[in-house]
């Protein structure tokens, strides 16, 4: 892992790092960035920098956890092997313990039933809590983890729904899930779990206070309970669901071509592009774009495509992002995380996003993409497999 070359480019641009560089412990930057070179045979090579990683800093890894729960789901699918069960099956989704919650309807849906495919679809266009969590609930606690650390993810602790408030018990109980045909037969039941899944503990307190029922306790936040995904872990995550062939087979997720191809195009697709679901302008096409984009704004360069998994709460900004340009035939990973929560209280809707987090992520990005259109490679490299048709 070579450090010094990230840490002199950010020190190029003082004019759009400079304070950032100067107290990057209090920011928390962390950053991979990957160049591929590709060989005559059109094999990608990898050559990684790392900034700031730091296995013992945690940072809240927020709506990045929907990346590998997504491809789980089709792994899981593959594993059953269930004839007529598919990410295109409907699935209904039962309440049978305290604070659950059924789902048997969508209509962001062409056919109007929720599916694998559509809550997918959902977690990559615009990062929907509730499909991240039917997809938490179909795969349960101890198949998420356990699938993780089988391929080295071991900072993984996948441990609660998002955007909703329960207890661990609650979140250790994962609801009933049935799958139908399009006769409305019943093809596969998932019962009511209760994981018996154990993770390692940990004591992570963060800031100086936070909000609890409007009200301020002054002591630092309690992060042990909630989800954690170290960058190394996430930035593995997006390169073998983009680079399988790069992996030797007991180390790829168990998907198929079509689930690959499957997951690109959605990771890739911008809000206008879909119809099933639609979105309203308040969706731009870079509202999930943070990196060179900065989550704001239309896309106009139809040339560059962006296969990522973004995430922000609590103060935590982060993307992890495969970054191709058609055009110019150039291709690079890029994951990078960063805290902007000056006052250190949480839970306050008080956070840099828009003043720090989201103008460093696209700055980061616009000059790796630079560096990148400067780079020499004895290769040019093919990307057509990475070409999609988004027309709707």
């Known amino acids: 892992m070579k450090a010094p070359f990230l840490d002199s480019l950010l020190k190029q641009h003082p004019d759009l790092f400079g304070d950032l560089v100067q107290h990057k412990e209090h920011y928390h930057i962390q950053i991979i960035y990957t160049q591929i070179d590709r060989d005559s045979q059109n094999i990608p090579h990898f050559t990684q920098f790392e900034y700031g990683l730091d296995s013992n800093t945690y940072y809240y890894p927020a709506s990045t956890v929907k990346l590998p729960i997504a491809i789980l789901s089709l792994q899981k699918l593959n594993e059953l092997n269930i004839p007529g069960l598919d990410k295109y099956s409907t699935m209904i989704t039962e309440a049978a313990y305290s604070g659950q919650t059924p789902a048997y309807n969508d209509p962001t849906s062409f056919q109007g039933a929720p599916s694998i495919a559509q809550y ?73 779990e209760n994981s018996h899944y154990i993770y390692q503990p940990r004591y992570t307190v963060l800031g100086k206070g936070y ?75 870079a509202y999930v774009k943070f990196l060179l984009y900065g989550g704001k704004g239309a896309i106009e360069d139809r040339n560059i495509r962006i296969f990522n998994k973004v995430g922000d709460a609590y103060g935590f900004l982060t993307d992890a992002a495969y970054i191709v340009d058609f055009k ?54 093919d990307l057509s497999r990475f070409r999609f048709n988004y027309q709707r």
């Open 120 to 192: 997918i679809r959902k977690i990559f266009l615009v990062s929907d809590n509730d499909a991240f969590n039917r997809l938490y609930e179909f795969l349960g606690q101890e198949y998420i983890n356990n699938s993780l650390h089988r391929l080295g993810m071991d900072s993984a602790q996948i441990l609660h729904r998002l955007d909703v408030s329960l207890s661990e018990d609650q979140n250790r109980h994962t609801n009933p899930v049935s799958f139908y045909d399009s006769s409305t037969q019943l093809i596969y039941k998932k019962p009511l």
């Open 211 to 285: 909000y609890k029922r409007g009200v301020l306790v002054n002591e630092p936040f309690d992060f042990s309970q909630k989800n954690r995904l170290g960058l190394r872990d996430l930035n593995s995550i997006l390169t073998r669901v983009l680079f399988p062939e790069s992996f030797p087979s007991d180390q790829r997720f168990g998907l198929k071509d079509s689930d690959y191809r499957f997951l690109w195009e959605c990771m890739s697709r911008y809000p206008s592009e879909s119809d099933y679901p639609s979105y309203d302008s308040s969706y731009t096409d």
């Open 328 to 381: 110019n035939n150039i291709e690079f990973l890029l994951s990078a995380t960063i805290y902007c929560n000056s006052d250190e209280i949480f839970n306050d809707d008080h956070y840099d996003y828009d003043t720090i987090g989201l103008p460093f992520l696209k700055n980061l990005g616009k000059v790796l993409y630079e560096y990148e259109l400067r780079r020499q490679r004895q290769q040019v490299p």
